[in-house]
């Protein structure tokens, strides 16, 4: 075969478009049936943040910006959208790029940490989807986290919610990420270690302290983490949306860090998802809508820093590293 295009597949977990998609979205994800009440569980918490996942929309609205950038910059690069659990699938962004030309693609996640649980997931689908295409050349781009506007990205979101609550000395901030089981963690799986390192990096460029293990020592009685508890701002790294499965999942829960600062002089906190590259479920419902109503419930400040979703920053970012790589 000639030599062809690259082109760049915009890789996520996918999202329901609509609550009639819940239940074979479910099914997708969980491998199985979904009983029709946790169908109905589930409905009702999309029903909350609008009907559908934002994943689609925030997915495609990502690519059609990213794919005029690299235009903009004299790459002309197709951008396709492959979603692991729903349409369009990874195997589908696969074809549409080859349908347009191309013979080598880039694979952008929008997971910004790497996990088995996400990165691993995502090399089945396009491992599965190469069968029909063994011409082809795939690339891994380097993941969202590590680029220098995430961090600029959250920094200033973080920034915007601070100057919105007047007087704010007593508020603390909550870098939280996605809980996982941790048997699903293998000896030497990076997720850990990335968002620490983010956190870090996150927390310099808002002029705070390093972050350490046993944080939380000089607030609390039992609350303990990776962060700092040093002015001129205490930070503390948390986990979230933990889910139904039994067994241990990665902690603290931010929802304990909530309980424990109703303890203390804090006046209240502000979510920094660092976690996540676009809005989800667990932003929209699990952050705004459940652990608003936990720290509203004990009389403290709740705010949440918004996620780069396709923010021009996080495009110019993107395509900084992406034209590097053509």
């Known amino acids: 075969m000639s030599e062809g295009r690259t082109g760049v597949l915009v890789m996520g977990f996918g999202g329901p478009d609509c609550l009639e998609a819940v239940g074979p979205f479910m099914c997708n994800l969980m491998g199985r049936e ?3 009440e946790l169908v109905s569980r589930v409905q009702r918490r999309y029903l909350a943040i609008g009907g559908s996942s934002p994943l689609p929309e925030i997915a ?9 950038a690299l235009a903009g910059a004299g790459h002309d690069v197709p951008v396709a959208v492959g979603m692991r659990y729903w349409d369009p699938f990874i195997e589908d962004g696969i074809a549409y790029l080859v349908a347009n030309g191309c013979s080598r693609i880039i694979l952008l996640s929008l997971s ?6 996400a990165s691993g997931a995502y090399r089945e689908s396009v ?6 295409h063994p011409e082809l050349e795939f690339v891994e781009a380097p993941l969202i986290s590590e680029l220098d506007e995430f961090i600029a990205f959250y920094a200033g979101s973080t920034a915007v919610e601070l100057m919105d609550i007047e007087p704010n000395e007593g508020v603390v901030l909550a870098f939280s990420a996605h809980s996982l089981p941790e048997s699903d963690l293998t000896e030497d799986d990076p997720y850990v270690a990335g968002l620490r390192a983010t956190a870090d990096r996150l927390a310099l460029k808002l002029g705070l302290k390093e972050g350490h293990d046993g944080a ?3 607030m609390f009685e039992q609350f303990r983490t990776f962060g700092s508890d040093e002015p001129p701002r205490a930070w503390y790294l948390v986990f979230q949306s933990k889910g139904q499965r039994p067994g241990a999942w990665l902690g603290p829960d931010l929802d304990e860090l909530i309980e424990a600062l109703a303890d203390t002089p804090a006046t209240g906190l ?10 989800h479920m667990e932003t929209l419902y699990d952050l705004d809508i459940v652990s608003a109503g936990n720290a509203l419930d004990r009389d403290l400040i709740f705010a949440r820093a918004q996620v780069p979703n396709d923010h021009d920053t996080i495009v110019a970012g993107l395509v900084r590293v992406l034209g590097g790589m053509l």
């Open 270 to 279: 502000i979510v920094v998802p660092i976690g996540f590259a676009t809005d």
């Open 34 to 36: 979904p009983s029709e």
């Open 127 to 132: 491992e599965a989807a190469s069968a029909a």
């Open 216 to 218: 939380g020592g000089l």
């Open 112 to 117: 910004p940490f790497e996990s088995k649980v």
């Open 60 to 68: 495609s609205a990502l690519a059609g910006k990213l794919e005029n």
